[in-house]
């Protein structure tokens, strides 16, 4: 690391450039920690996921398969396994979008408050830390689904007496769901409540609207293409082992045991790459987060007079 640039500040007004310019400097100059973490504690999860998505892959293929033979539909031969590798990769990437944005999130708050950076970070440094992010976003993920119940059913209900609301209701909660990218950072960066992080979310999402639509929009786009890059092998031996199947008369067991092993390593490779490209769009919330407070709240002047009258 380069320690003699200046420390790239969380809480700092940028222009939609300059948070780019921040996420990119901020993965350049700790991309050894964060390739690191991210190997250590996604990998183990990636090996799990990547069965699970294997064979729900084969799953798939082969009731597409039967159903052109004219055999079953295919909801009809979905059997146990199919829906238990679906509800299984379905956990592990939940479970794995957790431990990633506890993961950035951990090392970022260090990288901040800690005089050298991130230079030398061991495990021990962050676990602590980890673990608390890890049960606020649990908390998140329950308050999120009970928040999302209670809109279906306002929607749902207005619907019920006439349907032409859905021209208000359906803008209004799209508008809405777009400051929740900032629910996260808010609740993980700082020391307050959930409801209350919850307010201050609409309170500076409402205010940058703007900036985090744009910004999620491009770094998910970024997220995409480099996703793209380790799906496609992925997707292409799938398709070849669909192939395979087809040409011997068979099913999609009737693959090479060696070849489902080479498409097993290539499903490890696309889970990790996906969750690797994911930590762009997260960590550029960190700082659109950061933007946002001190936007509405002028938080570094805050801490300057907080310094100022510790002297």
């Known amino acids: 690391m380069e320690l003699e640039k200046p420390k790239i500040a969380m809480y700092a007004k940028r222009s939609f450039g300059e948070k780019l310019n921040a996420t990119f400097d901020f993965i350049k100059e700790n ?12 990998l183990p999860l990636c090996l799990i996921q990547a069965l699970s998505l294997n064979g729900l ?25 199919f829906w238990m590798n679906y509800g299984l990769m379905i956990l592990c990437s939940l479970l794995g979008s957790m431990i990633l944005v506890a993961l950035l999130y951990s090392l970022m708050a260090t990288y901040n408050n800690r005089d050298g950076r991130l230079e030398g970070i061991t495990f021990t440094d962050i676990r602590p830390l980890l673990f608390k992010n890890m049960g606020k976003l649990l908390l998140v993920g329950v308050f999120c689904v009970v928040v999302i119940f209670i809109i279906c059913f306002i929607i749902g209900s207005l619907m019920f007496l006439t349907p032409f609301t859905l021209i208000l209701t359906v803008p209004l909660a799209l508008a809405g769901s777009v400051p929740l990218a900032l629910f996260a950072p808010i609740y993980l960066f700082e020391n307050i409540g959930v409801m209350a992080a919850f307010k201050k979310t609409f309170r500076l999402g409402f205010a940058t609207w703007g900036g985090i639509f744009l910004l999620t929009i491009i770094m998910n786009l970024i997220a995409g293409i480099l996703q793209s890059i380790t799906m496609l092998p992925w997707y292409i031996a799938t398709i070849v082992k669909y192939f395979f199947a087809v040409s011997d008369g068979g099913t999609a067991a009737t693959v090479s045991p060696l070849y489902s092993f080479f498409l097993y390593l290539l499903g490890i490779l696309q889970g990790f790459g996906a969750y690797l490209s994911m930590a762009f769009v997260y960590i550029s919330l960190a700082y659109q987060y950061g933007h946002a407070s001190e936007v509405v709240d002028s938080v570094s002047v805050e801490d300057d007079i907080d310094n100022f009258d510790k002297l």
């Open 31 to 42: 991309w050894k920690p964060l390739f690191k973490y991210i190997t250590y504690l996604i």
């Open 57 to 81: 892959m084969s799953g798939s293929l082969s009731m597409s398969m039967n159903a052109q033979a004219g055999a079953l539909s295919p909801l009809a031969g979905a059997g146990l396994m």
